[in-house]
């Protein structure tokens, strides 16, 4: 089990999750340890620039989405960082909220 096992788990079954995602990669949109709300991903398809709840090969991140391509959707970090190409049933959750 991954680290946001148990917030995949809520938002797959529609609740809205809010929790403290540690370290440095997304830095200038969330710091380690802010407080983030994420609500199920729903009908509406993740844009260019939203940051996201899903998975890539096999690993958990709270990063952004960095292109789209149909529903397939390169994911990275806000530092530059790559992570790769995940499609929508990968994509859990959109952070809507992110405070001290």
Known sequence: ???????IAALKSGQTVQFRPRGASMV??????QL????PIGAVLPAKDEIVLCKVN???YLHLVKAVNGKRFQIGNNRGGIN???TLVQVFG????VEP
């Open 58 to 60: 096999g690993n958990e």
């Open 28 to 33: 200038g949109r969330i710091a380690s340890g």
């Open 84 to 86: 790769g190409w995940t």
């Open 1 to 7: 089990m991954g680290w946001a096992a148990q917030y």
């Open 94 to 97: 959109r952070c809507v909220k």
């Open 36 to 39: 983030v709300t994420v609500e």
